[in-house]
């Protein structure tokens, strides 16, 4: 599967400034196989990959003096490859597991920067508040599920992919639909690389829901890790239940009948830490930073992965992949999710606006940033006349130039509206950050 990361790796690769990578990213992302590929694709010797969690006795490596020389000499030596700095990809996989590997990674930038490091892992911010951590000898890059765009060159929809990359425009109805057609299949398959892999070999939609299942027990095994930070039980709780409230503003005591709002804040704390759910703050459009506002008790959320969403929800797919528009699918949360996974790629961070007053409330479903201006989004079927707390906002922020209301339309313009709208699949090249 091509990721687009790839290219991020290559320019870290490649870059003068380089320092060890620490790539981030909730478990089942592909981390490990698109870490693994670039090495050997790459770097002339290959990647030599060191995994912590197969190989716990590798862990001694790192006791005692963090030589790099010393550690590069001993992994060559249990490993039985020679490591060639420049021509070889050094990748400690799992390096949650051995704290001490973290601490090393210091040394290698200092003493033996030639050297290309990557180290990948889970749960990574709770090691680091235990340790001795490298600020400012090492550089870090977040790892999502894949697009859908990734998703369509994973399937072998070369060129579909290739126009959604592009800029946002109108469409023969042809084509339009059929790549409605094949978002829909991403709606309920998701973006996880084993549930599309589980997919393309079988071409069945029901082998990537049997993958979501495994993947859910393996989550809410992790969950046990976390005692005493968090109740186990509680944390699958809220894991689940987020998933039933996507599109809605959140209050803790939705989330769990059984356990105290203290211990359900917890719970939905670490669930944003580890990546599988993230908060989406309430924030004022001001100015930037979006995140300089946000608010600590008005939020919603989004899941890592809308085919993780869909199975832990429970919906009944035989009635709802019948649905012809998208924007009905289990009632709009299904839209509401793709567009929170797709920004999260695009910009790494969600806010929303929210205006709470008495008999007047107004709700703008996402704020994201380009070039500098903020942007308002909507996530909506109707038209623009439905869209009153859209042409709320743009009234109480006049620097806020045009709004976007991605939805099954067709691309449109309402210039004396300050309006775009825009198909879902045109999401993430509507707003990447260096677009």
Request: proline content about 5%; charged content about 25%.
């Amino acid at each position: 599967m091509k990721r687009y990361i790839e290219d991020k790796l290559i320019a870290w690769k490649n870059s003068t400034r380089r320092k060890p990578l620490i790539l981030r990213g909730a478990r089942q992302v592909g981390k490990t196989h698109t870490v693994t590929k670039f090495g050997e694709k790459h770097f002339s010797c290959g990647v030599l990959h060191v995994d912590l969690e197969k190989n716990p006795e590798w862990h001694k490596i790192f006791d005692g003096s963090l030589d790099p020389v010393r550690m590069k000499n001993e992994l060559e030596l249990l490993s039985g490859k020679k490591i060639n700095t420049g021509e070889t990809l050094l990748f400690f996989d799992e390096i949650q597991r051995c704290p001490k590997a973290i601490m090393a990674l210091r040394y290698f930038y200092e003493d033996m920067p030639e050297l290309h490091v990557i180290a990948a892992g889970s749960l990574l911010e709770f090691i680091f508040s235990d340790i001795s951590f490298p600020v400012g000898r090492v550089q870090f890059l977040k790892m999502f599920p894949l697009s859908f765009s990734e998703y369509l060159l994973a399937i072998n929809n070369y060129k579909l992919s290739e126009f959604i990359d592009g800029p946002p425009q109108d469409a023969s109805n042809l084509i339009h639909n059929k790549i409605f057609e094949q978002l829909k299949q991403y709606f309920f398959i998701g973006g996880l690389p084993e549930a599309v892999k589980a997919y393309v070999e079988t071409n069945s939609i029901r082998e990537s829901f049997e993958v979501h299942k495994e993947i859910c027990m393996s989550y809410k095994e992790d969950f046990a890790k976390y005692s005493p930070k968090s109740e186990p039980r509680c944390m699958e709780q809220v894991f689940t239940n987020t998933a039933r409230f996507v599109g809605r503003q959140i209050k803790y005591s939705h989330l769990s009948q059984e356990f105290s709002i203290p211990t359900i804040h917890k719970a939905f704390d670490i669930l944003c830490r580890i990546g599988v759910i993230n908060k989406i703050p309430s924030c004022q459009a001001d100015g930037l930073p979006l995140g300089a506002t946000t608010s600590t008790k008005i939020f919603k959320a989004s899941m890592v992965d809308i085919g993780i969403m869909q199975h832990l929800c429970g919906m009944p797919v035989d009635l709802e992949y019948q649905k012809a528009d998208l924007m009905s699918i289990y009632d709009g949360a299904m839209a509401e999710q793709f567009i929170a996974q797709e920004l999260m790629i695009a910009q790494e961070s969600l806010y929303y606006w929210s205006r709470q007053k008495k008999n007047s409330s107004a709700e703008v479903d996402f704020l994201a940033v380009k070039q500098g201006r903020i942007i308002p989004v909507e996530v909506k079927s109707g038209s623009s006349g439905r869209l009153r707390s859209l042409h709320l906002f743009l009234q109480s922020y006049p620097h806020c130039q045009e709004g976007y209301v991605f939805s099954s339309r067709p691309y449109s313009q309402l210039l004396d509206q300050k309006l775009k709208f825009i198909p879902l699949y045109f999401c993430q090249s509507a707003l990447k950050i260096d677009s």
